[in-house]
């Protein structure tokens, strides 16, 4: 009965993790640029392997029921959100896979990807995001623009000024988007211990515009619902058990005379 219940137990954590992480989605339904994450699941290893002891007495009838599931490291939904219109020229969106480069320190691991794309321009005249860390260029540099004179961002990234380019916007995706994590601010880089492949992107670039969160808001409120009835379920299975347990001990080893 004690093996049903770590079961049952392990549905209940995995469904209120699922829950905090629905609930953080929908939290971000306004933010911009904001991609929801979802919760991958697997089943959970049986004791033996899990703490690589093979040599362990094995019960084959309790291994054959499983040992219940466990989450997995939260991924980066992919799905677009909707072009939202807002005339003012430092704001940009991506049409299509794909994410404006950002440097967020020094070297290759200090390159962050986003798909908030409300800049501004610091006192150099660099294009930055929002936080201050600039936004680089298809070579990997950064993009100076004059304040003082109008410029256009074409469909393909390219930055014209003064009737001459001075600019192209990196535009990368990656070759496993499951190797995606988030950074803050906005940003996105590598899960730990991963390293992150970009490639070039074929996404179009909008101006005076920005992306709104991709978050599907009625599909995310029914997932909680689910999630919070299958924890409810967890729970009622496991006071079940309790109460046999109870009752196992209360009445089974009892003398009759």
Partial sequence: MNYGMYIAASGVSTQ????????NNLANIST????????????RDVARVEKNIPFAQSDALLERLGAGVMPMPTRVSQSQGPIQQTDRPLDF?????????????DG???????????FNLNAQGELVTGAGHRVLDDGG??????????FEVRGDGEIVQGGAVVGRLALRTVADPAGLAKRGEGLLGAQFGQ?????????QVHQNAVEGSSVDAIKTMMGVTGAARSASSGLRIISMINQNLGLAVGRLGRITG
């Fill in 16 to 23: 209120m993790a699922r829950t905090d992480v629905m609930a």
């Fill in 32 to 43: 911009v640029g904001f991609r929801p994450d979802y919760l991958a699941v697997r089943a």
């Fill in 93 to 105: 969106a991506i049409e299509g896979q794909g994410f404006f480069v950002v440097s967020a320190g």
């Fill in 108 to 118: 290759p691991d200090g390159m962050r990807l986003t798909r908030d794309g409300r």
């Fill in 141 to 150: 540099g950064t993009i100076l623009l004059d304040s003082a004179q109008r």
């Fill in 195 to 203: 390293t992150l492949q970009f490639l070039p992107a074929s996404a």
